[in-house]
């Protein structure tokens, strides 16, 4: 039987699947994060939606939660960030995923403490500079993916090669990862392991929405757009605020104007509160195959499962 013993990110963060569950704003708390780590992935709070008092109250629960690995991602450019890497730090919390932000800023200090750390990035200069910072792994993050994206448009069959030819650290495919044939596509493009958001975002255990995560179940091809690429460039679904977004841009719009309308809390509004008209409503183009309520478990298994089948019928194929 083959298994994952010897995959670099299942022995870099002590698990037994080489599958992530990216760290979401409004979606990873402590019930998705026990849940993705209790099957054998790695689990990750989503401290970009939290003050340090709120990281440490889920810290505190998923540990009642889980004795398996799992660990937090900080966006960097958090107002806060500075308070939610002491509480890391007080917590002996050993696997730290950055994004959205320089690198070089915190790795040393994060591992310093003893942390693993992996940083998101969606294109081969940050790339370089996660490894020139010391970071453990790479999560490489294609055009597809829901959420803050980059500007390049790379998407994550590019992305991996062009990662693959510049660093040797290990690196985990994010962006249009849905199921076993991700894993082997990514693998087969030198990617290690996968890291998953959308269809995490929607399962039993994220605290997302019932609305937000209905209104994905039911949206299908083309439904989600990379808008605001002016400010932070993110993808949303095309709802009533994304159109608002669109006909802004269209017009030729200042960052102050798209700062404007943007305003504050957009995310919490749709993905937590299910505001499906003004909130932002942020998902990948995955949304298309997501179709139905399950557990994190069930997602993880059907990875698992997925994987071994399609690797056999790719071996067996003339
Ligand atoms: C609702 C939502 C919120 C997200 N919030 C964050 C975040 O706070 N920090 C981060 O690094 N990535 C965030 N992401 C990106 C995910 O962690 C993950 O890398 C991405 O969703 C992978 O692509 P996929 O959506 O195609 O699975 C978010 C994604 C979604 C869908």
Same mark, same amino acid.
């Given at each position: 039987m083959i298994n994952f013993n010897n995959n670099p990110v299942c022995r870099l963060f002590g698990i /037994?699947?080489?599958?992530i569950q990216g760290g979401m704003v409004w979606c990873s708390g402590h019930k998705l994060v026990s849940a993705v780590s209790n099957a054998g992935g790695l689990g990750l709070l989503g401290?970009?939606?939290?003050?340090p008092e709120i990281l440490q109250e889920h810290i505190d629960k998923t540990k009642t939660e889980t004795d398996k690995p799992f660990g937090v991602n900080l966006?960097?450019?958090?107002?806060q960030v500075a308070g939610l890497i002491e509480v890391v730090l007080k917590n002996k919390i050993k696997i730290v995923f950055t994004s959205?932000?320089?690198?070089?800023?915190w790795t040393q200090v994060l591992k310093a403490n003893g942390c693993k750390v992996a940083h998101v990035i969606a294109n081969t200069k940050f790339a370089q500079k996660a490894a020139d910072s010391g970071?453990?792994?790479?999560?490489?993050?294609?055009?597809?993916?829901?959420g803050h994206n980059g500007r390049? &448009?790379?998407t994550t069959f590019t992305l991996l090669p062009l990662i693959r030819q510049s660093v040797q650290i290990p690196v985990i495919a994010a962006g249009g990862m849905y199921n076993g044939s991700s894993l082997l596509a990514a693998a087969a493009l030198g990617a290690s392991g996968i890291q998953l958001g959308s269809r995490f975002a929607v399962?039993? /255990?994220?605290?997302?929405h019932e609305n937000f995560k209905n209104y994905v179940y039911q949206s299908g091809e083309g439904a989600t757009r990379l808008l605001l690429k002016r400010l932070i460039p993110v993808r949303l679904i095309l709802n009533d605020f994304a159109m608002q977004v669109i006909e802004t841009e269209t017009k030729g719009a200042s960052v102050a104007e798209l700062t404007n309308l943007l305003g504050s809390g957009r995310c919490k509004k749709g993905?937590? &509160?299910?505001?499906?008209?003004?909130?932002?409503l942020e998902i990948g183009q995955v949304a298309a195959l997501i179709k139905k309520k399950e557990t994190a478990k069930e997602i993880i298994e059907d990875i698992v499962h997925g994987y071994f089948k399609e690797l056999e019928r790719v071996c067996n194929q003339p």
């Open positions: /037994e699947y080489p599958i401290a970009g939606s939290m003050t966006p960097l450019i958090h107002r959205a932000g320089n690198p070089a800023q970071a453990d792994a790479i999560v490489a993050e294609g055009f597809e993916a829901g390049e &448009e790379t399962c039993d /255990e994220s605290s997302a993905v937590f &509160e299910g505001d499906l008209s003004e909130g932002e």
